[in-house]
T-cell receptor, first 113, second 115 residues
Framework: GDSVTQMEGPVTLSEEAFLTINCTYT??????LFWYVQYPGEGLQLLLK?????DKGSNKGFEATYRKETTSFHLEKGSVQVSDSAVYFC????????????FGTGTRLTVIP | GAGVSQTPSNKVTEKGKYVELRCDPI?????LYWYRQSLGQGPEFLIY????????DSGLPNDRFFAVRPEGSVSTLKIQRTERGDSAVYLC?????????????FGNGTRLTVT
């Protein structure tokens, strides 16, 4: 079945450091891929998405590229800020489009000044 | 505008009791989803409504769990004979339509604690 494997945390970085959070997936067909973010005390928010191979999703300085050959969708940011501290979830939407999102376990990021 | 609203934000109940969790989706969103997030885990799909009908309830763990959406808007997740293992954050999400181009909007969740 469909699944997402996400880099375990927690991750602690200094401000302005480079961030990578790894995500790989298993799916039949060609899923859509997402990164969601959960800030402290808030609900899950869509951060970015990519719906086909080689697409790059980007938002708020974060990027992720849909790599079919490596079944990956790693999240990157060149210079993190304290306000980026949150839990990040990689997610997959199966090709049927039923909106049954499959989530990874989440990676907690803490950015220290 | 108003987002997805879930009430209560916290619920503590004793083992064996019945609980109801409410979700108010974004106005005009036809699709509604319930997810469960256990500690240290990602959200897991429970059930999906398109309009008033449950289009997919394959994620409900057992027959103690039931959800309704009688008028195609507000939804209630019902849990009978609660068990300590039911303790989790229950998330509701809605989307305008179904499919990859209609993103899910999540509520803040209801944290259920079964003692």
């Amino acid at each position: 079945g469909d699944s997402v494997t996400q880099m375990e945390g927690p991750v602690t970085l200094s401000e302005e450091a480079f961030l990578t959070i790894n995500c790989t997936y298993t799916a039949t067909g060609y899923p859509s891929l997402f990164w969601y973010v959960q800030y402290p005390g808030e609900g899950l928010q869509l951060l970015l998405k990519a719906t086909k191979a080689d697409d790059k999703g980007s938002n708020k300085g974060f990027e992720a590229t849909y790599r079919k050959e490596t079944t990956s969708f790693h999240l990157e940011k060149g210079s993190v800020q304290v306000s980026d501290s949150a839990v990040y979830f990689c997610a997959l939407l199966d090709q049927t489009g039923a909106n049954n999102l499959f989530f990874g376990t989440g990676t907690r990021l803490t950015v220290i000044p | 505008g108003a987002g997805v609203s879930q009430t209560p934000s916290n619920k503590v109940t004793e083992k064996g009791k019945y609980v109801e969790l409410r979700c108010d989706p974004i106005s005009g969103h036809t699709a509604l989803y319930w997810y469960r997030q256990s500690l240290g885990q990602g959200p897991e799909f429970l059930i999906y409504f398109q309009g008033t009908g449950a289009a997919d309830d394959s994620g409900l763990p057992n027959d103690r769990f039931f959800a309704v959406r009688p008028e195609g808007s507000v939804s209630t997740l019902k849990i009978q004979r609660t068990e300590r293992g039911d303790s989790a954050v229950y998330l509701c999400a809605s989307s305008r339509n179904r499919g990859k181009n209609s993103p899910l909007h999540f509520g803040n969740g209801t944290r259920l604690t079964v003692t």
